[in-house]
């Protein structure tokens, strides 16, 4: 059995310019730090995830972006931001609204 570490996602909201009028047309979405090419999450070259979530569940909404092998890189944050471009999110304009842990089971 292997052991528990905790992940934690971080939970943006994205107003797309718009100040409590229309919250039809926000976007929620967590940015995740994960494993990848067997690098732990949060290490150099593992991964971050990019999805869209449903408010207020916080269930995933596909496609789910993940930046292969960015993690703890000056990169990084560049290369997360275009991937949230794909859904016409503005890192820079969001505001951050919460942290969520998850656990998740590791090797």
């Known amino acids: 059995m292997g052991n528990l570490a905790m992940l934690?996602?971080?939970i943006y909201l994205d107003k797309h310019?718009?100040?409590d009028h229309n919250p039809g047309?926000?976007?929620y979405y967590r940015i995740t730090s994960v494993e990848a090419l067997g690098n732990p999450e949060g290490t150099?070259?593992?991964s971050?995830?990019?999805?869209?979530v449903t408010w207020p569940e916080l269930e995933d909404i596909p496609p789910v972006t993940e930046t292969v092998g960015v993690?703890?890189?000056?990169?990084a944050y560049e290369t997360v931001n275009k991937a949230l471009m794909q859904w016409n999110?503005?890192?820079?304009?969001s505001i951050l609204i919460?942290?969520?842990g998850r656990p998740e089971k590791t090797s």
């Open 8 to 10: 934690c996602d971080m």
């Open 17 to 19: 310019g718009d100040d």
């Open 25 to 27: 047309m926000w976007t």
């Open 44 to 46: 150099l070259s593992s």
């Open 48 to 52: 971050i995830e990019a999805c869209r």
């Open 71 to 75: 993690v703890a890189l000056a990169v």
């Open 89 to 93: 999110i503005d890192r820079e304009r």
């Open 98 to 100: 919460g942290v969520r």
